[in-house]
């Protein structure tokens, strides 16, 4: 396996650690009673993606294209996931229009470990 490939399962192996904080932060942090359930919601949403694309980049160094998969998965993280958490923690919907980018990114990250 090539250094550069590693790279990415260190990236999924931080961005994982990262999901879990997140993760524990909605639980435990976020324990407005004014929150808005859908703001509560879409945090989850963001986090149960962020943790299941973690774990695809640990599996990115193992594919024939590895820079591509784990660039596409990581960008598509950042856009869809970001996006979600920022919205749920700041009740701004700004950047709502860069989630199906990040979300079409994903799906370009699967398709590439398949490559």
Known sequence: MAASGRVWGRVGAVSGALAVSLGTYRVHG????NRDEYLKELFLTGNQ????????????PHCRRPLLAGSLLTSGMVLFCGTFYYHALTGDSTLTKAAPLGGTLLILGWAAMAL
Request: charged share 5%; net charge positive; glycine share 0%.
């Open 30 to 33: 976020c324990r407005s009673s």
């Open 49 to 60: 993606y962020h943790f299941l694309h973690s774990l695809a980049l640990l599996a990115a």
